[in-house]
């Protein structure tokens, strides 16, 4: 009996084997893949790494690799999409940041989803119309890449400090103290505005659990009510309180800032999980002085970790070699993608099928421990709509510089959502 279950174990072995050799073989003809990634120093080289194991499995298949500058990437997406000659796979931002403002150009995938595929990857509700990750899904999460806190431990020791902080007032109390020590609480650089939006990413779960979110950004509740205000209001404390540089309006870029963080100039900064202003630049340099945290609770209780599941990839509608379009999404996303992307370049992995290895840093463990086992959710300037975000930037500047009360901003930030122009 033994013999015949083993007999049947390795027929079906060498069946499932045929199979695959059978589908690598019919993929076939070139797809064209663009990305803003590919010429980076790290991640490129693993995005390199992915297309080759790629083409290795699917000889019959070539790769058009387009790396497209990040600046003007929507821009040159729209002109090359009104004539259809866009490529057949993207990566995009999650939300409406990215995917979900072009669903009209993009493939939806459920029916190329696996069960397996959609019970190993979080975040779907980042590629999904209506942000309901039941709904149609027009692309695939890539990776973990949320915002957190990222904190330097020494500093918080020198200021009598001994864990990080889990409520917004406990986060108040750690800024004055680190102040009172003559420690900067936060880097930040802000004249491009995206710096103050980020800190609005990381502090906004702490008001609005997941079903709010959605109702802010679909106008159930306003932009000028109390909620909103009273994030917003938060930021405007921590900035009037003096816990950013001083000069963090003239420092050119957000990213400008993680010099002073990782050179222990300042205690904390809001970063991403994975990518750029991320533990990749910092370990090296703060080691196991690296601690990170998440969201800081206020009037919801324990808030979901603001993540973007991406960059995330998608399909065009109109690509012309579908089958292997979606071979290439589906390794890029598979545990082996993940693996490369993470040996190669740090990139947190989003789907549990890959586990990562035994001597991950414990730091990287933790984090990636922490996404998977608590409640993740699309951060906010990615669920509102992108006219609504640029002139909260423009906004908040303008309260910042004094020209603007915050109520007065808020109100025109609604009118606009109310009358989009």
Known sequence: ???????????????????????????????TVWDWNYETETWGKALKQVDAEFLAMHPGVTIKHVAQPHANYYQLWQTANATQSGPD??????????????????????DYITPEMRASIKGWEAVAANFDADGTIYGVPGNFSGWVFYYNKALFAQA????????????????????????????????????????LNILFPGNFNEADSVRLVSGDLKYNGDEFKRVNQ???????????????????????????FASGESAMIAGIASDTVSYNEFLPSLGDDLGVFYAPADTVSDPYIPDSSGPVWVMTNYSHNKDAAWAYIEFMTGP????IQYEVAGVLPINTAYQ??????????GMVGDFLDHPTFLYVSSLMRQDVVFEWMRLFQDVIAGSLTLDEALNQLQDLQDNPK
Not at 177 to 191: D, E, V
Not at 336 to 339: I, Y
Request: hydrophobic share 45%; glycine share 8%.
């Open 234 to 260: 938060h930021l405007l404390d921590l900035i009037d309180a003096g816990y950013f540089d001083p000069g963090f309006s003239s420092m050119l870029q957000w990213t400008d800032a993680v010099d002073s």
């Open 336 to 339: 082996r993608g993940a693996q």
């Open 89 to 110: 796979v993207m990566q995009m931002h999650a939300g409406t940041f990215g995917v979900l403002t072009y669903p009209e150009s993009l493939e939806p995938l459920n």
């Open 356 to 365: 990562l290895p035994d001597d991950a840093p414990e730091f990287v463990k």
């Open 1 to 31: 009996m033994h013999r015949n279950v083993k007999r049947i174990v390795l027929a079906a072995a060498f069946l499932a084997a045929g199979t695959a050799a059978t589908l690598a073989d019919e993929l076939s003809g070139e797809i």
């Open 160 to 199: 009598g400090i001994s864990e990080a902080p889990k409520t917004y007032d406990e986060l108040l109390a750690d800024c004055e103290k680190l102040k009172a020590a003559g420690i900067l609480p936060f880097a930040l650089g802000n004249q491009d505005a995206l710096g103050t939006l980020q800190y």
